[in-house]
T-cell receptor, first 114, second 114 residues
Framework: GDSVTQMEGPVTLSEEAFLTINCTYT??????LFWYVQYPGEGLQLLLKATKADDKGSNKGFEATYRKETTSFHLEKGSVQVSDSAVYFCALSKGGSTLGRLYFGRGTQLTVWP | ETGVTQTPRHLVMGMTNKKSLKCEQH?????MYWYKQSAKKPLELMFVYSLEERVENNSVPSRFSPECPNSSHLFLHLHTLQPEDSALYLC?????????????FGQGTRLTVV
Protein backbone atom coordinates (compact mmCIF):
# COMPACT_ATOMS: atom_id res chain seq x y z
CA GLY A 1 0.00 0.00 0.00
CA ASP A 2 0.88 3.66 -0.04
CA SER A 3 3.32 4.73 2.63
CA VAL A 4 5.99 7.23 3.63
CA THR A 5 9.25 6.48 5.41
CA GLN A 6 11.34 9.24 6.91
CA MET A 7 14.53 9.19 8.89
CA GLU A 8 14.21 8.62 12.59
CA GLY A 9 15.17 11.44 14.88
CA PRO A 10 15.92 13.21 16.91
CA VAL A 11 18.21 15.44 14.89
CA THR A 12 20.29 17.93 16.86
CA LEU A 13 22.22 20.68 15.07
CA SER A 14 24.03 23.88 15.86
CA GLU A 15 22.73 27.12 14.44
CA GLU A 16 23.80 27.73 10.82
CA ALA A 17 24.41 24.01 10.19
CA PHE A 18 23.14 22.24 7.07
CA LEU A 19 20.00 20.16 7.46
CA THR A 20 18.87 17.08 5.57
CA ILE A 21 15.89 14.98 6.56
CA ASN A 22 15.41 11.97 4.31
CA CYS A 23 12.01 10.88 3.05
CA THR A 24 11.08 8.08 0.67
CA TYR A 25 7.66 6.97 -0.43
CA THR A 26 5.77 4.04 -1.87
CA UNK A 27 2.74 4.81 -3.97
CA UNK A 28 1.04 3.85 -7.18
CA UNK A 29 0.30 6.54 -9.70
CA UNK A 30 1.46 10.12 -9.29
CA UNK A 31 1.16 11.36 -5.72
CA UNK A 32 1.66 14.88 -4.49
CA LEU A 33 4.34 15.20 -1.82
CA PHE A 34 4.48 17.49 1.18
CA TRP A 35 6.50 18.54 4.16
CA TYR A 36 4.53 19.67 7.18
CA VAL A 37 6.02 21.24 10.31
CA GLN A 38 4.67 21.10 13.85
CA TYR A 39 5.93 23.59 16.42
CA PRO A 40 5.52 22.75 20.11
CA GLY A 41 1.89 22.81 21.19
CA GLU A 42 0.63 23.52 17.69
CA GLY A 43 -1.05 21.74 14.79
CA LEU A 44 0.56 20.91 11.48
CA GLN A 45 1.51 23.66 9.06
CA LEU A 46 2.23 23.08 5.41
CA LEU A 47 5.89 23.92 4.81
CA LEU A 48 6.22 23.08 1.12
CA LYS A 49 4.86 20.83 -1.57
CA ALA A 50 5.57 19.34 -4.99
CA THR A 51 2.93 17.92 -7.27
CA LYS A 52 4.92 16.26 -10.05
CA ALA A 53 8.28 14.70 -10.76
CA ASP A 54 11.28 17.06 -10.73
CA ASP A 55 9.27 19.83 -9.07
CA LYS A 56 11.11 21.65 -6.30
CA GLY A 57 9.09 22.95 -3.38
CA SER A 58 10.60 25.75 -1.32
CA ASN A 59 9.63 27.97 1.59
CA LYS A 60 11.45 29.82 4.39
CA GLY A 61 14.82 28.57 3.13
CA PHE A 62 13.72 24.92 3.07
CA GLU A 63 13.74 22.97 -0.17
CA ALA A 64 12.73 19.51 -1.36
CA THR A 65 12.79 18.00 -4.86
CA TYR A 66 10.35 15.35 -6.06
CA ARG A 67 12.54 12.52 -7.36
CA LYS A 68 10.43 9.86 -9.00
CA GLU A 69 13.40 7.70 -9.99
CA THR A 70 14.45 7.31 -6.36
CA THR A 71 10.94 7.82 -4.89
CA SER A 72 12.34 10.45 -2.57
CA PHE A 73 11.51 13.93 -1.30
CA HIS A 74 14.35 14.90 1.03
CA LEU A 75 14.08 18.13 3.01
CA GLU A 76 17.10 20.44 3.07
CA LYS A 77 18.06 23.79 4.50
CA GLY A 78 21.42 25.41 4.13
CA SER A 79 21.56 27.21 7.47
CA VAL A 80 19.19 26.31 10.27
CA GLN A 81 18.06 28.66 13.01
CA VAL A 82 16.94 28.06 16.58
CA SER A 83 13.42 28.94 15.47
CA ASP A 84 13.43 25.92 13.11
CA SER A 85 13.25 23.57 16.09
CA ALA A 86 10.10 21.54 15.50
CA VAL A 87 8.84 18.17 14.29
CA TYR A 88 8.88 17.69 10.52
CA PHE A 89 6.51 15.31 8.73
CA CYS A 90 6.80 14.03 5.20
CA ALA A 91 3.46 13.14 3.59
CA LEU A 92 1.85 12.14 0.34
CA SER A 93 -1.60 12.51 -1.13
CA LYS A 94 -3.09 10.92 -4.20
CA GLY A 95 -6.16 13.15 -4.31
CA GLY A 96 -9.05 12.12 -6.50
CA SER A 97 -10.78 8.95 -5.37
CA THR A 98 -8.70 8.78 -2.19
CA LEU A 99 -10.54 11.88 -0.99
CA GLY A 100 -7.40 13.77 -0.18
CA ARG A 101 -6.28 11.54 2.65
CA LEU A 102 -2.68 12.10 3.66
CA TYR A 103 -0.17 9.34 4.37
CA PHE A 104 2.36 10.57 6.91
CA GLY A 105 5.81 9.53 7.95
CA ARG A 106 6.46 9.16 11.67
CA GLY A 107 7.96 12.61 12.03
CA THR A 108 11.49 13.82 12.74
CA GLN A 109 12.22 15.96 15.78
CA LEU A 110 14.72 18.73 14.98
CA THR A 111 16.45 20.67 17.76
CA VAL A 112 18.74 23.56 16.87
CA TRP A 113 21.11 24.93 19.53
CA PRO A 114 22.47 28.49 19.50
CA GLU B 1 -10.33 34.44 11.25
CA THR B 2 -9.19 32.40 8.28
CA GLY B 3 -8.08 28.77 8.10
CA VAL B 4 -9.14 25.95 10.38
CA THR B 5 -10.14 26.63 13.98
CA GLN B 6 -10.49 24.00 16.68
CA THR B 7 -12.04 24.39 20.11
CA PRO B 8 -11.27 23.81 22.86
CA ARG B 9 -7.47 23.83 22.69
CA HIS B 10 -7.23 21.74 25.85
CA LEU B 11 -9.71 19.36 27.44
CA VAL B 12 -9.52 17.20 30.55
CA MET B 13 -12.34 14.74 31.01
CA GLY B 14 -13.21 11.81 33.19
CA MET B 15 -13.95 8.41 31.75
CA THR B 16 -17.68 8.81 32.37
CA ASN B 17 -17.99 12.28 30.87
CA LYS B 18 -19.42 13.30 27.51
CA LYS B 19 -17.74 16.10 25.62
CA SER B 20 -17.45 17.36 22.07
CA LEU B 21 -14.61 18.75 20.00
CA LYS B 22 -15.43 21.38 17.42
CA CYS B 23 -13.76 22.25 14.15
CA GLU B 24 -14.62 25.07 11.78
CA GLN B 25 -13.02 25.81 8.43
CA HIS B 26 -13.18 29.13 6.61
CA UNK B 27 -11.51 27.96 3.40
CA UNK B 28 -14.55 26.90 1.39
CA UNK B 29 -13.34 23.30 1.31
CA UNK B 30 -15.64 20.32 0.78
CA UNK B 31 -13.78 17.63 2.73
CA MET B 32 -12.93 17.48 6.41
CA TYR B 33 -10.89 15.02 8.47
CA TRP B 34 -10.17 13.97 12.03
CA TYR B 35 -6.65 12.74 12.83
CA LYS B 36 -5.33 11.42 16.12
CA GLN B 37 -1.75 12.11 17.18
CA SER B 38 -0.50 10.02 20.08
CA ALA B 39 2.95 10.10 21.60
CA LYS B 40 5.38 7.73 19.87
CA LYS B 41 2.82 6.72 17.23
CA PRO B 42 2.24 7.85 13.66
CA LEU B 43 -0.60 10.18 12.83
CA GLU B 44 -3.80 8.16 12.48
CA LEU B 45 -6.64 9.11 10.17
CA MET B 46 -9.90 8.57 12.03
CA PHE B 47 -12.70 9.89 9.83
CA VAL B 48 -13.19 11.51 6.45
CA TYR B 49 -16.20 13.58 5.46
CA SER B 50 -16.83 14.60 1.89
CA LEU B 51 -19.75 16.89 1.12
CA GLU B 52 -20.99 16.28 4.66
CA GLU B 53 -21.16 12.52 4.16
CA ARG B 54 -18.90 10.22 6.13
CA VAL B 55 -16.91 8.30 3.60
CA GLU B 56 -14.22 6.74 5.72
CA ASN B 57 -14.11 5.35 9.23
CA ASN B 58 -10.83 3.69 10.06
CA SER B 59 -11.97 1.14 12.64
CA VAL B 60 -12.44 3.80 15.26
CA PRO B 61 -14.19 2.68 18.48
CA SER B 62 -17.80 3.72 18.82
CA ARG B 63 -16.98 5.91 21.82
CA PHE B 64 -15.87 8.42 19.15
CA SER B 65 -18.82 9.75 17.16
CA PRO B 66 -18.26 12.31 14.40
CA GLU B 67 -20.82 14.74 13.07
CA CYS B 68 -20.65 17.03 10.05
CA PRO B 69 -23.76 19.26 9.93
CA ASN B 70 -22.45 21.34 7.00
CA SER B 71 -19.32 21.71 4.94
CA SER B 72 -17.77 24.23 7.35
CA HIS B 73 -18.23 22.42 10.64
CA LEU B 74 -17.07 19.12 12.03
CA PHE B 75 -17.58 17.72 15.51
CA LEU B 76 -16.16 14.78 17.40
CA HIS B 77 -18.44 13.62 20.19
CA LEU B 78 -16.70 11.74 22.97
CA HIS B 79 -18.17 9.44 25.60
CA THR B 80 -16.86 6.85 28.04
CA LEU B 81 -13.29 7.34 26.88
CA GLN B 82 -10.27 5.43 28.12
CA PRO B 83 -6.96 6.85 29.33
CA GLU B 84 -5.28 5.56 26.15
CA ASP B 85 -7.51 7.95 24.19
CA SER B 86 -5.46 10.84 25.55
CA ALA B 87 -3.88 12.47 22.52
CA LEU B 88 -3.81 15.52 20.27
CA TYR B 89 -6.85 15.50 17.97
CA LEU B 90 -6.32 17.36 14.74
CA CYS B 91 -8.93 18.53 12.29
CA UNK B 92 -8.07 19.22 8.67
CA UNK B 93 -9.83 20.30 5.50
CA UNK B 94 -9.15 20.17 1.78
CA UNK B 95 -10.87 20.53 -1.56
CA UNK B 96 -11.38 17.26 -3.43
CA UNK B 97 -11.43 16.58 -6.24
CA UNK B 98 -9.93 19.26 -8.39
CA UNK B 99 -8.58 21.61 -5.74
CA UNK B 100 -5.10 22.02 -4.36
CA UNK B 101 -3.84 18.67 -3.05
CA UNK B 102 -2.77 19.82 0.40
CA UNK B 103 -4.83 19.73 3.56
CA UNK B 104 -4.91 22.53 6.10
CA PHE B 105 -4.85 21.72 9.78
CA GLY B 106 -6.22 23.32 12.89
CA GLN B 107 -4.09 23.79 15.98
CA GLY B 108 -5.56 20.69 17.60
CA THR B 109 -7.30 19.83 20.84
CA ARG B 110 -5.07 18.33 23.52
CA LEU B 111 -7.29 15.75 25.23
CA THR B 112 -6.44 14.18 28.57
CA VAL B 113 -8.64 11.40 29.92
CA VAL B 114 -8.38 10.86 33.66
Amino acid sequence: GDSVTQMEGPVTLSEEAFLTINCTYTATGYPSLFWYVQYPGEGLQLLLKATKADDKGSNKGFEATYRKETTSFHLEKGSVQVSDSAVYFCALSKGGSTLGRLYFGRGTQLTVWP
Amino acid sequence: ETGVTQTPRHLVMGMTNKKSLKCEQHLGHNAMYWYKQSAKKPLELMFVYSLEERVENNSVPSRFSPECPNSSHLFLHLHTLQPEDSALYLCASSQVPGGKPEAFFGQGTRLTVV
